[in-house]
């Protein structure tokens, strides 16, 4: 008797609905656990441009030697003097550079990756340390007071890729009545809020910058609305499943190749690709730039932005002609399914049938309850979408 009920317990619709419901998360555990630690698990430099200050044939020497030692860890050039080093690094195009003598010193910006800058102290180290002479380390981008260890700006990459996305499923599933130019504008009222808060967490609440928070704010509306036309976008076509198509693009792939804990140098070929054409990498070097090298790399960051822009609202533009299409489709339905019902109760009146007779066919045309049936029937699909929404929506803000 139990072993019976068991298995009928495990055959039951429920038990199917359950096991349906698991995959979501499954697929988020498996897709989380592969891109974290694919891009995080063994960090190592790849080609990290580093540059020895001076020009006698005594330097170019010694700057052989360091590539040849480091292999395709460091790419190293020689620059003509410490100048030229810092513009180099404050444009971003070296992560560091060494400049030998009595009294070595090597330049870093932590700003723009804290990570990358500590390889380059830790590659220059043992070269004073072996000359006998201590390295003096001069940080040319130090972070702001609020921001200490260098990656606040990728946390408030977070927060704001957390509202954005998080915000699909309510738009997309219980605004999914809406019509698509509604759901727009909700869209970017939503992110004009996502983007307040992201201002409010950067400036006055915990000053992770010191300066460019206009900039800041208007880098998170972009980068928010961008999400969000996405998402809704794609919910006309994935439905239940668009929760974790999102948390594919704007979490697996976009925390992990922003280049918020490791720059791309750092990282295998796939994160690295993905850098420079993701939007967190457009959000996340856009704001570096501007708050910390007076916007070398600038444009770039705001064109990714843009483009991805352009793409959500070409993905909610399509989205909308095919709910149109679906709806014209249902109405020529429903139009066809009423005029079947009416040509079976005319015929009665075409016989010759009585006012009192049509009437009576008209009452009996339709089954007895079908009012009462069809709104419990509504009523049911009406609670079957809320919970499928409330399971969207926990499974959105809750990983």
Request: some cysteine; aromatic content about 8%.
């Amino acid at each position: 008797m139990t072993t019976g009920s068991t298995v009928q317990g495990l055959r039951s619709p429920a038990m199917r609905h359950v096991l349906t419901h698991l995959i979501t998360p499954l697929l988020m555990c498996l897709g989380m656990g592969l891109a974290y630690l694919g891009a995080f698990a063994a960090p190592s430099p790849h080609h990290l441009p580093v540059a020895v200050v001076g020009t006698t044939a005594e330097v170019k020497v010694f700057a052989q030697t360091v590539q040849d030692k480091a292999g395709n860890a460091l790419d190293v050039r020689t620059v003509p003097d410490r100048q030229t080093a810092a513009d180099e690094l404050m444009a971003r195009d070296i992560s560091g550079a060494y400049i030998p003598g009595a009294h070595p010193e090597v330049l870093v910006a932590s700003a723009g990756s804290d990570t990358s800058a500590t390889v380059v102290e830790q590659a220059f180290t043992p070269v004073a340390a072996a000359q006998g002479a201590p390295l003096t380390i001069t940080d040319l981008a130090p972070t702001a007071h609020g921001d200490p260890t260098g990656q606040a700006l990728f946390f408030l990459l977070v927060a704001v890729s957390i509202g954005s996305y998080a915000s699909v499923a309510v738009l997309g599933g219980v605004g999914g009545s809406l019509p698509m130019r509604l759901r727009a504008l909700l869209v970017v009222g939503t992110s004009f809020v996502v983007s307040l808060l992201g201002a409010l967490f950067a400036g006055p609440l915990f000053h992770l910058v010191s300066h460019g928070l206009w900039g800041v704010w208007a880098m998170s509306w972009l980068y928010s609305a961008g999400i969000l036309f996405v998402g809704v976008g794609l919910h006309t076509f994935l439905k239940r499943w668009t929760t974790l198509g999102v948390m594919v693009l704007f979490v697996m792939l976009n925390f992990t190749s922003s280049g918020g804990i490791y720059e791309p140098a750092l990282q295998n070929g796939f994160f690295g690709s993905l850098h420079a054409f993701w939007n967190g990498a457009g959000y996340l070097e856009g704001n570096r730039d501007l708050v910390y090298f007076h916007g070398h790399g600038l444009p770039r960051g705001i064109w990714t932005l843009a483009i991805w822009l352009v793409v959500g609202l070409a993905v909610t533009t399509i989205a909308g002609a095919v709910e149109r299409r679906r709806e014209r489709a249902a109405a020529s339905d429903v139009a066809a399914s009423d005029a079947v019902v009416g040509d079976a109760v005319a015929v009665p009146v075409l016989a010759g049938a009585t006012a009192v007779d049509t009437a009576t066919a008209l009452r009996t045309a339709a089954p007895v309850g079908a009012d009462e049936r069809s709104a419990d029937a509504e009523q049911d699909v009406e609670e079957e979408v809320e919970e499928e929404v409330e399971e969207e929506v926990e499974e959105a803000v809750g990983v």
